[in-house]
């Protein structure tokens, strides 16, 4: 069964930055050519959408709460989508979700994906 591993969260200070990373492994060559992304969960909050990615790379979604703060990229090579996070805000602290879908195209609704992560703990300091 195929499986995502993220890595990269800590601990940051407000208008600070980190790199989000999610391996994929298990479907190696599938998982190449699909859609992935990255959701949230904030303590009290319901899970939500940050960023989405197209198999390619070149079709992008986020949210409006990180757009021109948040960079989604991937590289298919080495089964790899990264989330750049910029001018972190104490708000984006949340436990962050790599998700992946069996299909290339890009989407923003939860029930679209197929494949989650664990999550790995974001945590922005005022």
């Known amino acids: 069964q195929g499986q995502l591993v993220e890595s990269g969260g800590g601990l940051v200070q407000a208008g600070g930055s980190l790199r989000l990373s999610c391996v994929a492994s298990?479907?190696?060559?599938?998982?190449?050519?699909?859609?992935k992304g990255w959701f949230r969960q904030a303590p009290g909050k319901e899970r939500e959408f940050v960023a989405a990615?197209?198999?390619?790379?070149?079709?992008?979604f986020y949210a409006d709460s990180v757009k021109g703060r948040f960079t989604i990229s991937r590289n298919n090579a080495e089964n790899t989508v990264y989330l750049q996070m910029n001018s972190l805000k104490p708000e984006d602290t949340a436990v962050y979700y790599c998700?992946?879908?069996?299909?290339?195209?890009?989407?923003?609704?939860?029930?679209?994906?197929?494949?989650w992560g664990q999550g790995t703990q974001v945590t922005v300091s005022s």
């Open positions: 298990g479907r190696t060559f599938t998982f190449s050519r699909y859609a």
């Open positions: 998700v992946a879908r069996s299909t290339p195209l890009a989407a923003t609704g939860t029930r679209d994906y197929d494949y």
């Open positions: 990615i197209g198999w390619s790379g070149s079709s992008t």
